[in-house]
Every structure is written in C-alpha cells, then in structure tokens.
C-alpha cells in the first residue's frame, strides 16, 4: 500500500500546534525534521530543543482526501501555513531495505562489524556480530568507528578495560574479541544493559570476563588498563573526577563522542592525563591519553 506524505515548512513557535492538527486530521504518525541546517549539541537534562525552521511531516493513507486535509488546515490562522508540499511514498519491503543498508565494516586490520544476517567477509578475522538496536554503537558513527579502530591499532591482548557509557556493549565485547583479559561495561540506561547481555550472548564472550553493571555499582572495580568512553563532551567533562580513579597510574583514557571545538576543554577537565594528540574525523575527535 502507497501512503501519503503532507510536507509543511514552518517555525518553531507554530511546530507543536500544526503537529496536533495533523494527527487530529488523520495523520498516522507525524516527523519533525531541521530545514535551515541548524545544529543542536548536547541538551542540558531534561531539554527538548527544537530547530527555529522545522519541516513538519504527516503520514496519510493513499486514499486520504488530502486536499481537503490542507483546506482545513490553512483556513486555521493560527497555524500559519504557508508552503506545503505532498509527496507520494511507494511500497516495499521496509525489512529488507533497511536490512540492506547495513554491511560488514572493517575496523583496522583483524576487526570487522558484522549483522547477523550476512556472512562476514573474513571469516579468519576478529568478527563481532551486532545488529542495529535501540542502543548506541553500531560503529557506523565516526566516534564509535574511532574508538574501535583504536581497539584493534593497540593490541589489548592481557589488559583489563572498562567500557563507560558502553550503549550496545560494543567496545567491550571487541576488546575481549581482540584478546583483553576482563572488561566491565557500564550504563545508567536499562536498555543499554540489556542490549551489551544479548550482544555478549550473541558472540559468545564468557560472562566471566566481563561484567555489566550501573556505574553506581563500580566501587568494587580496581583501576584498569584502558578506559574507553565514547559519549558527549559535557558529560565527559562532569563526569571527570568519578572516571579519572578508574585508569591506573600508566593506564591509558580513550574518551570520544567530542566536536573538535570542544577537544581542549575535555583535555582540560583530566588533569592527570597527559594526552597525544586529537585524532579527527568528520568533525569528531578521539583523545587518548595515559594517567600520570
């Protein structure tokens, strides 16, 4: 079945009126997307920015009388639509499309990304397998990506690791792929939890090597080898005095998920690290840097 897509370019202070009344005239789900480019970084807690210029788009069955739908809506004043534009979605295999846009990647030399569904490239190779999910990590976004090709660059072999902030539980689990002695991945999301349990289940990584826990449960764990935290700048910066105790003395810190303009203000915030210099990436940076 084909749907119908109602396009309205519009403002942010007209966005939350125009989205009820398309789900009051039918719509079956409604999409706010930024028309005017405009970046959105790291809301404080709590927060819901929205773009100054937003589109607006509802999702109609093929057989909605759409036109009448724009009538009604434009003969509201307060809604102010000015330009609008229908497009028409054709069918098809949304599984399959999405399934398709996820390949193996290769993260360095031994490392590769695999879904489940596909067969990995090299199958002598260090080959994780993770599927899209609601949690963070996939190693399609330039931070992650980072953050494993300094993985496999390394050699964790023997090392102890924890992986802070870990989403899918992906840089845990290639660390001990890549022969770590114990990691330990740490989340304050339940999903994330779960997601890092099901994907160290999938690849089999023995439950003795690592642990899966609430950062508010890490007391118990001693200082390791190499930290990796792949999150946002200011929680990086906040959360500073409760990561730093946890990389021994000559341990190393790998902290990403850091806009370039933000790298110095990070750095500043471990004073105890003696960082390399920034490795970039779309706009992205990783620090590494090893405790005094």
Known sequence: MAWLILHIDSDQAHCEAIESALLENGAASVT??????????????????????????????????????????????????????????????????????????????????????????????????????????????????????WLDRQDPGGNSVIDYGCGSGILAIAALLLGAASAVATDIDPQAIAASQANAERNRVNDQRLTLCYPADMAATGPVDILLANILAGPLSDLAPQISPLVRPGGRIVLSGILSAQAAAVMAAYPQFEFSNPVSEDGWVLLEGTRA
């Not at 290769?106 to 067969?119: D, E, H, T």
Request: proline content about 9%.
């Open 32 to 149: 706010l997307q930024d028309s005017a480019d405009q970046a959105l970084f790291e809301p404080a807690p709590g927060e819901t920015p929205l773009w100054q210029q937003v589109r607006i788009s509802g999702l109609y069955d093929a057989d909605s009388a759409i036109e009448r739908i724009v009538e009604s809506l434009q003969s509201r004043p307060e809604l102010a639509i000015a330009r609008h534009q229908v497009e028409i979605l054709e069918d098809k295999d949304w599984v399959r499309s999405w399934m398709d846009s996820y390949q193996p990647m290769a993260m360095g030399r031994r490392l590769w990304i695999c879904p489940s569904w596909l067969q990995p490239p090299d199958p002598g190779a260090v080959n994780l397998v993770l599927d899209p999910g609601l949690a963070f990590g996939t190693g399609t976004h330039p931070t992650t990506a980072m953050c494993l090709r």
